[in-house]
């Protein structure tokens, strides 16, 4: 039997592995001992014979995953261990697993799939959401940027749609996570329990993929209503084509488009509130993960995360908006024009690609 007290629970079912993220009084926020778990249970599962596929969700009708456990990554940092190190290094070691994943597995995505909780989906054979999900990368609110592969996914996303959601943090819904390729099939909410119905009694012949493919194909679509970014989308390729943060707002401020105005505006302000550090550092490594490997995406990210708790804006974020709760970052710099160059290429200094 399952210990519903675990943080994640564990279930295998007509040969299909159930995990479970159960920390829904944090919005299922994943922590070391979440990764570990989650990395223990998919290793037993690829060796064993008697299980065809996982199935990946999260209890709590709020959130799959809302990211990591900043708080307890604050605290980390603050008593100088190395636990954020070691959380780091086996979150994307976890994540990257999953995209190579042998066996098929679903993830079931409802609610908020933030940060983190994109790192466990986005590498997942086949991607669900359900009319209630909202996808987004929001780390520069908070003076990160965007990691758990987000230098591979976003920078490869259609329109410039990706670096708008890493530099804004601004998140998307089903629809346009289905048109943007952030997702693969939309399932009703109400329609979970008849996808479980039919695993649950499936009869598993040679292929467990097409199995499962033709059953989404059945129960699923494809396709949402409800798509949100229709009437912005060449506005973002044109505004988000630029590779600093100046010229990105000046080419938001020079929009002429009447409809279009109040929403660059908004924009606009949005960045304004955003970490000057964090949003150049994105936009730097949006570009150099367009033309490396997946593994390069995640070195690069861990070579960021190893220096930015002393040199990024982590913590003021971390202080104002959740420890505090004053909302008033003190961001370092303060604005993007006093950003130095120097400071950005310091950052990525002593990174190299391994593989073209």
Request: aromatic fraction near 8%; proline fraction near 3%.
């Amino acid at each position: 039997m399952p210990d519903n007290h675990a943080l994640v629970l564990t279930e295998v079912r007509n040969h299909v592995g159930h995990l479970t993220l159960n920390r829904v009084s944090a919005f299922n926020a994943i922590n070391l001992e979440m990764v570990r778990t989650l990395q223990q249970q998919l290793d037993e599962w690829a060796a064993d014979e008697q299980v065809v596929a996982v199935v990946l969700r999260a209890n709590g009708d709020k959130a799959f995953c809302a990211g990591g456990d900043i708080r307890e990554m604050y605290n980390n940092a603050q008593a100088g261990n190395t636990l954020n190190a070691t959380f780091f290094s086996e979150e994307y070691a976890l994540d990257q697993w999953i995209h190579a994943y042998p066996k098929p597995l679903i993830a079931l995505m409802d609610g908020l799939v933030l940060g983190g909780g994109m790192g466990l989906v986005q590498g997942a054979s086949f991607r669900i959401v359900t009319e209630q999900a909202r996808l987004g990368m929001p780390e520069v609110s908070i003076g990160f940027f965007p990691d758990v592969g987000g230098s591979y996914f976003l920078s490869r996303m259609p329109s410039e749609v990706g670096t708008y959601m890493g530099v804004t943090g601004n998140p998307i819904e089903a629809a346009d996570a289905l048109q943007f390729g952030l997702a693969d099939w939309f399932l009703h909410r109400e329609q979970v329990l008849e996808l479980d119905r039919c695993l649950d009694n499936m009869q598993w012949g040679l292929s467990a993929q097409e199995s499962i493919r033709s059953l989404l194909n059945t129960l699923a679509s494809k396709h949402a209503t409800g798509a949100k970014f229709t009437t912005v989308r060449a506005a973002i390729e044109q505004h988000f084509a630029h590779d600093s943060l100046a010229k990105i707002i000046a080419s938001l401020a020079s929009e002429t488009n009447t409809t279009l105005k109040p929403w660059s505006e908004e924009l606009i302000s949005t960045l304004n509130t955003r970490s000057p550090l964090a949003m150049a550092t994105t936009l730097a490594m949006l570009r150099r993960g367009k033309n490396l490997s997946l593994a390069d995406c995640f070195r690069m990210e861990l070579h960021l995360g190893k220096q930015w708790f002393s040199k990024g804006d982590f913590m003021e974020g971390v202080r104002a908006l959740i420890i505090d709760k004053d909302k008033n970052p003190q961001w370092q710099p303060a604005s993007i024009e006093q950003l130095e160059q120097a400071k950005l290429d310091d950052l990525f200094a002593g990174f190299q690609a391994h593989s073209a």
